[in-house]
Protein backbone atom coordinates (compact mmCIF):
# COMPACT_ATOMS: atom_id res chain seq x y z
CA UNK A 1 0.00 0.00 0.00
CA UNK A 2 3.26 2.48 0.21
CA UNK A 3 4.46 4.28 2.80
CA UNK A 4 2.59 6.67 5.32
CA UNK A 5 3.63 9.79 6.90
CA UNK A 6 1.58 12.46 8.94
CA UNK A 7 2.21 16.36 10.32
CA UNK A 8 0.91 14.53 14.01
CA UNK A 9 1.00 11.21 16.11
CA UNK A 10 -2.28 9.44 15.20
CA UNK A 11 -4.93 9.58 18.49
CA UNK A 12 -7.43 7.15 19.13
CA UNK A 13 -10.03 8.15 17.39
CA UNK A 14 -8.72 9.20 14.41
CA UNK A 15 -9.55 8.64 10.98
CA UNK A 16 -7.44 7.20 8.86
CA UNK A 17 -8.71 6.25 4.44
CA UNK A 18 -6.85 4.31 2.50
CA UNK A 19 -9.19 4.84 -0.89
CA UNK A 20 -9.03 2.69 -3.97
CA UNK A 21 -7.89 -0.41 -2.15
CA UNK A 22 -10.65 -2.64 -3.11
CA UNK A 23 -8.37 -4.55 -5.79
CA UNK A 24 -6.60 -5.10 -2.79
CA UNK A 25 -9.19 -6.05 -0.06
CA UNK A 26 -11.13 -8.72 -2.79
CA UNK A 27 -7.68 -10.55 -3.68
CA UNK A 28 -6.59 -10.72 -0.24
CA UNK A 29 -9.65 -12.01 0.79
CA UNK A 30 -10.30 -15.25 3.42
CA UNK A 31 -12.51 -17.15 5.10
CA UNK A 32 -10.40 -18.64 7.25
CA UNK A 33 -11.90 -20.66 10.06
CA UNK A 34 -15.31 -18.81 8.86
CA UNK A 35 -14.20 -15.21 9.34
CA UNK A 36 -16.46 -13.10 7.56
CA UNK A 37 -16.08 -11.39 4.04
CA UNK A 38 -16.02 -7.76 4.38
CA UNK A 39 -19.03 -6.64 2.91
CA UNK A 40 -18.83 -4.02 -0.27
CA UNK A 41 -20.43 -0.97 0.17
CA UNK A 42 -20.18 2.57 -1.73
CA UNK A 43 -19.90 5.59 0.43
CA UNK A 44 -21.60 7.78 -1.39
CA UNK A 45 -20.43 11.96 -1.96
CA UNK A 46 -23.72 12.48 0.71
CA UNK A 47 -22.35 10.61 3.22
CA UNK A 48 -24.98 7.87 2.64
CA UNK A 49 -23.64 3.84 1.92
CA UNK A 50 -25.34 1.86 -0.23
CA UNK A 51 -24.55 -2.19 0.23
CA UNK A 52 -23.99 -3.64 -2.50
CA UNK A 53 -22.61 -7.10 -1.32
CA UNK A 54 -22.90 -8.89 2.61
CA UNK A 55 -21.11 -12.56 2.55
CA UNK A 56 -22.71 -15.18 4.94
CA UNK A 57 -22.07 -18.68 6.58
CA UNK A 58 -23.32 -19.77 3.11
CA UNK A 59 -20.49 -18.21 1.05
CA UNK A 60 -17.65 -19.86 3.37
CA UNK A 61 -19.86 -22.84 3.31
CA UNK A 62 -19.55 -22.70 -0.82
CA UNK A 63 -15.65 -22.20 -0.83
CA UNK A 64 -15.69 -25.12 0.82
CA UNK A 65 -16.52 -27.81 -2.14
Do not use: C, W
Not at 17 to 39: C, I, R, W
Amino acid sequence: MGDYSFDLPLQIGDKVVFEDQMHYTMVKATTFNGVKLPSIVIEKKDGSIEVLREFSYEDFKGRLS
